[in-house]
């Protein structure tokens, strides 16, 4: 089925034509719509016609106003002030348009078929070390964006760009090397098991490596081997891969988020690529020799000592840098990929590294005028205490004691009302689950990416206020009236007048294409939780003043009111689900 316009597109489309016919000298003109306190939009374009036609502006909104003519979508029209409009839409063209939303199975948003490739660089854990809290925001943020993306007609490339090189790994695997049945197990292993295995000889070669010689010498020759492709050592360092794979997709699982094997594309997957980079670069002259070394200079990026500060693609002596394998990434991402537009969910404190990396890929060539790249910064996880999220202890917070917390927290609100509601244990704890993971994305996702914000898992499990908790009540109720309703169906009647909470509601729940096309252009997912959230408080205002089953309404009413209630039941879930959060039928 096509799009469906909204309602702000369909009066901005009048009010132009209106003022064409009424104006035809000021030549095609924009209405400059908002939507309003005053009623249901106001237009304030006429005051800069004025000016530019000299004429008085309220005389010459009273001939857009007559050119407009009678009609069924713009209802009451008045001229306000010094000329603007207040527009009230018709109640028959509200419900019209919203039951032709309830009719497509995208709820009438577009899907732009003729997007271009985006490449989105997001959930970048390290091989062979834990996840901690640090990595929630990554994860969370660019699934969310992978959906919205999708759903509105993107082309999405994931890739994870894992930290899986680099000098460590000589220690790792010298250590396993001269104990080759550490990392032997059974099949099957878990996440926790594989994680386990692996700190218990992390831990072992670095005492190891801190207090024999010899051996850090032998280690550090490793890491030669291994950047030279020696056989042998490639074949333990996939072991470490492969191990730490286990690990991560138990806790990509647990998240509820699905992450593939092939959209796996570390540093390791660049390696074949650096050295003509830095080739590319230096015959270029984007990149010059510096005490050795390969950089990149920028007027406007200066150090405490008022020098500049260079982006060093290579080291002098003579290993790369990470610029070397992001600038290769940005190679693969659009000569290969074929990609137009290139997304990295990062935390804010890598702004300037990423600042310098676009840049320098500008200079080559690389970025242009139809290649962009765009950094999703992310805030920090802050504590109730307002500092960075740390155990008792001081220990970074592993990702996994947070989620299982979170969930226990939300399965006891569950269990709370189980009884009332009649659920099974395994629906309690299948339901805890959803409730505690979606607090936790949700509470990252209602806040602006580049803000901090503390995390409070009482608030989060909380009915009360702008959590997902609330959001997921109000779409189990949504489904409880449903069951209620017996035989009696959602219709849309056009020819009923709307109370206010239904007049209000039902604009709202006409936004919901608007909002995703500016959360998919702008990379603010925070917005589309804004709007979930505010649909939710329209839904019980609503409740509270339109009673849907009541005995006392006509059958019309009832079906009018059944039909809002399912399709702000139908928004809800859609929107949730690309926010990565599920919303159970009870609960």
Not at 168 to 189: S, W
Not at 326 to 335: E, F, G, K, T
Request: proline share 3%; hydrophobic share 40%; net charge negative.
């Amino acid at each position: 089925m096509a799009s469906v316009p909204s309602l702000a597109s369909n009066v901005q489309q009048r009010l132009a034509d209106a003022l064409t016919a009424a104006l035809p000298e000021a030549g095609a003109a924009d209405p400059l719509l908002r939507r309003s306190d005053r009623a249901d939009f106001q237009a304030n374009g006429i005051l800069a016609l004025a000016k530019k036609l000299k004429g008085n502006p309220r005389e010459l909104a009273a001939k857009v106003v007559d050119a407009i003519g009678p009609n069924d979508v713009l209802g009451d029209i008045e001229v306000s002030g010094p000329g603007f409009l207040n527009i009230t839409i018709t109640d028959k063209a509200i419900t019209r348009t919203l039951a032709a939303r309830a009719a497509d199975d995208r709820l009438g948003v577009p899907f732009a078929a003729e997007s271009g490739t985006t490449v989105i660089d997001y959930a970048q854990p390290n091989v062979a070390k834990e996840m901690h809290v640090g990595h929630l925001r990554s994860a969370v943020i660019g699934d969310a964006m992978v959906q919205i993306l999708e759903f509105t007609g993107e082309k999405v490339v994931r890739r994870h760009h894992i930290g899986d090189w680099g000098t460590q790994f000589g220690m790792l695997i010298q250590y396993l090397i001269e104990h080759p049945h550490e990392l032997d197990h059974r099949d099957g292993v878990s996440g926790e098991e594989a994680m386990s295995n692996l700190n218990r000889l992390y831990k072992a070669s670095r005492t190891l490596f801190d207090s024999d010689e010899e051996f850090k010498d032998r280690a550090r020759r490793r890491v030669v081997d291994l950047q030279a492709g020696d056989e042998e050592t490639l074949a333990l360092w996939q072991k470490f891969v492969d191990e730490s794979k286990i690990y991560f997709y138990s806790v990509f699982e647990k998240l509820d988020m699905e992450i593939r094997d092939p959209d796996i594309v570390g540093e390791s997957g660049y390696n074949d690529m650096l050295d003509e980079t830095c080739r590319i670069l230096e015959e270029s002259g984007v990149a010059v020799r510096s005490e050795g070394a390969l950089c990149v200079f920028f007027d406007d990026v200066k150090g405490p000592d008022g020098n500049p500060v260079p982006l060093i693609v290579k080291k002098s002596n003579g290993g790369y840098g990470y610029a070397a394998t992001d600038l290769s990434a940005i190679r693969d991402r659009v000569q290969n990929l074929g990609a137009d537009t290139l997304v990295y969910v990062v935390d804010a404190r890598q702004s300037l590294h990423f600042k310098m990396v676009f840049e320098t890929a500008r200079r080559a060539g690389w970025l242009n005028d139809k290649v962009k790249a765009v950094q999703l910064a992310f805030g920090t996880v802050l504590g109730k205490d307002g500092k960075p999220f740390k155990t008792r202890e001081g220990e970074t917070v592993r990702l996994v004691d947070l989620l299982d917390e979170a969930i226990d927290r939300a399965t006891a609100v569950v269990r709370e009302k189980a009884e009332k509601v009649g659920l099974s244990e395994q629906e309690i704890v299948e339901n805890g689950r959803y409730v505690g993971v979606g607090a936790v994305k949700y509470a990252d996702l209602s806040t602006s990416a580049v803000r901090d914000y503390k995390f409070d898992l009482d608030q989060m499990v909380s009915l009360n206020g702008d959590t997902s908790v609330y959001l997921q009540y109000a779409y189990a109720r949504i489904q409880s009236i449903k069951r209620k309703a017996g035989d009696r169906s959602p219709v849309a009647h056009p020819e009923l007048a709307l109370a206010p909470a239904e007049r209000a509601l039902g604009l709202h729940l006409d936004q919901f294409g608007e909002v995703l096309s500016e959360v998919a252009s702008s990379y603010e997912p925070h917005k589309l939780a804004a709007y979930l959230y505010q649909l939710a408080s329209h839904l019980t205002t609503f409740y509270d003043q339109c009673h849907v089953l009541s005995a006392d309404n006509p059958a019309e009413v009832v079906e009018n009111r059944l039909f809002l209630v399912d399709l702000t039941g139908r928004t809800l879930h859609q929107g949730m689900a690309l926010l990565g959060i599920r919303t159970p039928e009870r609960l």
